[in-house]
């Protein structure tokens, strides 16, 4: 005969082992499942589908935001590649013309891919159109203006453009403003409050204003460390950032600058090391 | 053999699987309502019936770890009272919610080992493959959470002698 325990927690124990079931109560359990299975089914595969259409989507959509935006432009090529063009549509031609309806010409190049600007001027009685593209190539978008212009323009009018490359280099003064700026760096260097007061000493080391600085770090799952560092201030221009980085004293891998010049966002990155393979997209 | 006939020969196992990981009776029959759903959608997936039992015990484990994750973010975030807080409620005493309540003080892995050695009575073996560890580890495993247990039982007990009445969990 099995001797009866004076523990406690054993007699517990061996009542959870041996507790019995009230009558039917697989037959409640089963009916309760059934009907919450097929209450909850559709409803669960259309929630289901639902969020996996979003989430394929939502990815879709930030790599196309965030991949070109992110890596199209190299480093210490240029800041923007903007230019300017300048459409002059004259009156007259070889035959006798009519100024074109100016609304209906500059509703012809509004969807031209990379148009940032356009203004049309009325200049000696020819309309002089001058329009401002960002990441395009002058010779992929001329044909583009001038099939835009063919069904608004007189077809014997003669059109004429001219083009003017603006380039704004990397550092100096072209970045003015730095308003949001991002350090990664690698798995040495000190703890985030550490790091967090010495940028903050090196920023006004500078005389430069630092609005925001963040410090987080991730731990990857196989031993590495990424920290990143977000930086906001005002007045800063690369140089400057550089030698805060310096007074920092901490091993750079990579920066990436989000400045804001007129109106636009643009994103520089750099690599101290000069090698570019280190860091990979 | 279909889905029912499985479950019907370790239905006892599983309820008391369930109320043990769940710390009441009632809350472990609504963790095996919702494990069972889950069960009867994946059985088509499942290759070898005679893993059933333990197939089932798994997605007993990890629908328990679900649910405990949306109570912690509801508790977090105010939309539910902690359910794990004793009341002073007066019902009728009985060790085994003792025991069930002190296993549910227990960190998850010797809560399921005891679970699985003493109220299922499973070997060492069976405890270890399970809990994909050594018969070693799972020895150790049992024999931590047992000193747990009795730790977690005895300060149960001092709480409902110091409020002079049983301790119950809410709900």
């Not at chain 1, 000696?124 to 960002?134: D, I, K, S």
């Not at chain 2, 105010?78 to 069930?100: C, I, N, W």
């Not at chain 2, 809990?131 to 799972?138: C, F």
Request: charged share 30%.
């Amino acid at each position: 005969m099995e001797q009866e325990s004076y523990n406690p927690v054993d007699r517990g124990l061996k009542q959870l082992a041996d507790e019995e079931l009230k009558p039917f109560h697989y037959e409640r359990m089963m009916a309760g499942v059934r009907s919450k299975n097929e209450r909850i089914s559709p409803i669960m595969n259309i929630t289901r589908k639902t969020a996996l259409i979003s989430v394929a989507f939502a990815v879709i959509v930030l790599a196309m935001v965030l991949i070109p935006a992110t890596y199209s432009m190299k480093v210490g090529d240029l800041v923007t590649a903007e230019f300017a063009v300048d459409v002059n549509i004259p009156k007259g031609g070889a035959s006798p013309a009519v100024m074109p309806d100016l609304d209906n010409v500059m509703k012809a190049v509004e969807g031209i891919e990379g148009v940032v600007n356009r203004n049309l001027n009325i200049n000696n009685g020819n309309a002089e159109l001058v329009m401002t593209f960002v990441d395009r190539d002058i010779k992929d978008v001329e044909p583009e203006i001038r099939a835009a212009l063919a069904g608004v323009v007189d077809k014997n009018a003669t059109i004429s453009l001219r083009s003017e490359e603006i380039t704004k280099p990397v550092g100096g003064n072209a970045l003015a403003a730095v308003t949001n700026g991002r350090v990664c760096i690698g798995v040495e260097g000190p703890t985030d409050e550490e790091l967090e007061n010495t940028l903050r000493a090196a920023f006004a080391s500078q005389g430069l204003q630092l609005t925001e600085v963040d410090v987080k770090t991730e731990h990857m799952g196989d031993g590495e460390i990424r920290r990143e560092i977000r930086i906001g201030a005002v007045g800063a221009d690369e140089g400057a950032l550089e030698d805060c980085e310096g007074a920092a004293g901490v091993a750079l891998e990579a920066i990436e600058i989000n400045m804001d010049q007129d109106g636009q966002v643009r994103i520089i990155k750099k690599y101290i090391d000069g090698d570019d393979e280190k860091i990979s997209p | 053999m279909d889905f029912e006939q499985l479950l019907k020969a370790c239905y006892n196992d599983v309820v008391r699987y369930s109320r043990a990981m769940a710390g009441s009776a009632v809350d472990g029959d609504d963790l095996l309502q919702d494990a069972l759903i889950r069960a009867w959608k994946g059985f088509p997936r499942l290759n070898d019936p005679d893993r059933f039992k333990f197939w089932l015990l798994k997605i007993i484990k990890n629908t328990h770890f679900s649910r405990s994750r949306l109570q912690w973010a509801k508790r977090m975030f105010g939309l539910e009272a902690a359910g794990d807080l004793p009341s002073t409620d007066v019902l009728p005493y009985e060790e085994k919610e003792l025991v069930r309540m002190a296993l549910k003080r227990l960190p998850e892995a010797q809560r399921e080992a005891l679970i699985l050695f003493e109220v299922l009575n499973m070997s060492i073996a069976e405890v270890a493959m399970q809990q994909k560890i050594t018969n070693s580890a799972a020895k150790s495993r049992l024999a931590r959470g047992r000193i747990k247990l009795r730790e977690a039982y005895q300060a149960l007990s001092n709480m409902e002698a110091r409020h002079g009445a049983r301790v119950v969990q809410p709900g």
